[in-house]
């Protein structure tokens, strides 16, 4: 019987999170074999779909069954099942005119370049997902930015693949980009930063967070419960600061992403 609900292994993981942070009784594996191991002992139904990765080319979507529905909704976390349910269905990023190199490329690799067309029309693009791209959203690696009231969005494109290995559905990551040194070498001024949405500090990392006014790029170490070291990875230039939220209002400091990955164009 088909469920209006279906989840991927990686999915219902980070569903068994969520139950977790909830509080919630009911309890899921919490890695991929786990789920697979209850989906084949339950007999729980399931499609298989294309994928980069997984068993002979293809991966498992479950149907998932009444009874977990059922638990959930009532005790009012039926929410959480729609998360990556009701994202709207990807469509294939478009095509790009190829630019022209302008430098003489190696003989061996002229083939390749003359028949790339033909290559790149063969390549499977079902599994390719998007991302959030905040394009006019610049996260501080310098002394402080302020943040914008109008955000535009567009997206990136990546393998969904990809998302199994960084452990995080792509419906909770979002990119940012950059703006200062101070991150240097760790994250390029100007460059694209990919976070895992997060409110709270986990451990020691590069986060994007709000300080009063301004969207900052750090690594943040917690010393005590109220007391974070804000540190740069560009030393000489930036020392490390000390941020005391007994000094602050409650509303003046949040944690929004955990860096995850970047891209930038390196000198």
């Known amino acids: 019987m088909s469920s209006k609900y279906k989840k991927s ?17 009911l309890r899921l594996p919490k890695t991929p074999a786990g789920i697979q191991y209850r989906a084949d002992k339950e007999k729980w139904d399931y499609d298989e779909v294309p994928t980069q990765g997984g068993k002979n080319g293809l991966k498992k979507i479950y149907n998932l069954p009444s009874y977990l529905i059922d638990e959930l909704e009532k ?46 029309k063969s390549q499977d693009i079902s599994a390719i997902v998007p991302v959030r791209y905040h394009t006019n959203v610049f996260g501080s690696a310098g002394n402080g930015y302020a943040m914008l009231d109008n955000v535009n969005t567009e997206s990136m494109w990546f393998r969904a693949s990809f998302f199994d290995v960084l452990g995080v559905p792509p419906s909770r990551c979002f990119c940012t980009r950059v703006k200062g040194d101070s991150m240097h070498p760790t994250i390029i ?8 949405m997060q409110s709270v500090y986990t451990s020691e990392g590069i986060y994007l967070f709000r300080q009063v006014n301004e969207l900052r790029i750090k690594r943040l170490q917690r010393v005590n419960s109220h007391t974070y070291r804000i540190i740069s990875d560009n030393k000489a230039f930036y020392p490390v600061e000390t941020l005391d939220l007994r000094e602050m209002e409650s509303h003046e400091f949040e944690i929004y992403g955990r860096y995850l990955w970047d891209c930038a164009i390196r000198p």
């Open 9 to 25: 292994a990686a999915e219902l993981v980070e569903l068994a999170k969520d139950l977790n942070e909830q509080g919630s009784e």
């Open 75 to 120: 005790k009012g976390l039926s929410h959480l099942l729609k998360m990556g349910n009701d994202a709207p269905a990807v469509v294939a990023p478009k095509a790009v005119q190829p630019i022209q190199p302008t430098q003489p490329v190696p003989d061996f690799m002229r083939q390749m370049v003359s028949e790339y067309d033909e290559w790149a």
């Open 189 to 196: 001024d100007r460059g694209t930063v990919m976070w895992a």
